[in-house]
């Protein structure tokens, strides 16, 4: 989607994805990431939880992946920022995620062939309960491009 495409209150609501195990692997093997709760159901269980967690920066990697499944990003030039960061709920591999997102915002720049979009994400597990919330500023190119 271009800039033009998003206006305030549009909303999507992704396709669900389960996370793996393997998933989880890879994702702490790039990110480096080898923290005992994310690869020890031991580890996890000594800090409250029944097994491995799901680290929340790949909880919103995913959820980004999701959304440019739907085509939102087709078109997009960078991520600016990201605000209000929330993990809410434990996420642990073998369960599932999807997103909801809401544009809150959407400007044109001093550059005719870009525009800023906030983007509001609330994920949810598989039992549509809400595991990560946080809203992304996304540079997009204009139709003008």
């Known amino acids: ?74 078109h997009v030039v960078a991520v600016a920022e990201f605000q209000d960061l929330r993990y809410i709920k434990a996420l642990h591999p073998g369960q599932s995620i999807k997103a909801e997102v809401t544009v809150e915002h959407a400007s044109l720049t001093k550059n005719p062939e870009r525009g800023l979009v906030t983007l509001v994400y609330e994920v949810t597990n598989e039992n549509n309960e809400v595991v990560l919330t946080a809203k992304g500023k996304y540079l997009m190119q204009t139709r003008r491009r």
Do not use: C, N
């Not at 890879?26 to 491995?52: C, K, N, T, V």
């Not at 967690?53 to 995913?62: A, F, K």
């Open 1 to 74: 989607m271009y800039f033009e495409d998003f206006f305030v209150g549009k909303q999507i609501l992704t396709p669900e994805k389960k996370i793996t195990e393997t998933h989880l692997d890879a994702f702490l093997d790039i990110s480096g990431l080898h923290l005992p709760m994310f690869i020890s159901d031991e580890a996890a269980r000594r800090i409250g939880h029944g097994q491995r967690l799901v680290p929340g920066p790949m909880i919103l990697s995913v959820a980004m992946g999701l959304v440019k499944e739907t085509g939102w990003f087709d």
